[in-house]
């Protein structure tokens, strides 16, 4: 029962670096989003899905690429890493329910840019 | 558009104590309401969520909350706070879209 997995949990780059957040679920989900944590401000939606090959940006999508071949995968990409993406990265799936929605979060990515 | 406001972002009480964080919304239509907690370096748990129904949703540890249409509030609660309460908690909306809007946080402490 694995939920939701994101790898890496931790990771430091370079400024101008790029790298892939990777999250997989496998419940069989719809929805994915990417959300960023940054003190004080919560958790903010950088870009979601609600299906196989169908992406969207959310709040703060500037600088993330997504893209979503398969319904198990949701990977987010940093194409240039900039000191403002260091943050923590939580993917997130959700299962639509007749009672409502429950969103179920991956353990989080500890990303610092240098 | 909608909003999530939480009110302190740090709250301490005393173990045994009372404790209520607080949580105001803002919705265009009929909200769904979560509250999580996250311990250090973790993720995210669900506590407890209000879709319909029963106004007062009794969740995870010992916590629940009240919905309360008419002050948009959604104020988390748990009788008597022990150690292992302290984390930070977020409030959560979701509207007629299935991504979340959350408070900025609370950071609760608790003291011996």
């Known amino acids: 029962n694995a939920g939701v997995t994101q790898t890496p949990k931790f990771q430091v780059l370079k400024t101008g670096q790029s790298m892939t957040l990777q999250c997989a679920q496998d419940m069989n989900h719809e929805y994915m989003s990417w959300y960023r944590q940054d003190p004080g401000m919560g958790l903010r939606l950088i870009h979601y899905?609600?299906?196989?090959?169908?992406?969207d940006q959310g709040e703060v999508p500037n600088g993330y690429n997504v893209s979503r071949s398969t319904t198990e995968d949701f990977p987010l990409r940093l194409l240039s890493a900039a000191p403002s993406q260091t943050s923590v990265y939580f993917c997130?799936?959700?299962?639509?329910?007749?009672?409502?929605?429950?969103?179920?979060f991956g353990e989080g990515s500890w990303l610092t840019v240098v | 558009a909608q909003s999530v406001t939480q009110l302190g972002s740090h709250v301490s009480v005393s173990e045994g104590a009372l404790v209520l964080l607080r949580c105001n919304y803002s919705s265009s239509v009929p909200p769904y309401l979560f509250w999580y907690v996250q311990y250090p370096n973790q993720g995210l748990q669900l506590l407890l969520k209000y879709t319909t129904g029963a106004t007062l949703v009794k969740g995870i540890n010992g916590f629940e909350a009240e919905f309360k249409k008419s002050e948009t509030s959604f104020h988390l609660t748990k009788p008597s706070a022990h150690m292992s309460d302290a984390a930070e908690y977020f409030c959560?909306?979701?509207?007629?879209?299935?991504?979340?809007?959350f408070g900025s946080g609370t950071q609760l402490t608790v003291l011996p």
């Open positions: 997130a799936s959700t299962e639509q329910g007749v009672s409502g929605n429950t969103i179920y």
């Open positions: 959560a909306l979701s509207g007629s879209a299935r991504q979340l809007t």
């Open positions: 899905s609600v299906g196989a090959g169908i992406t």
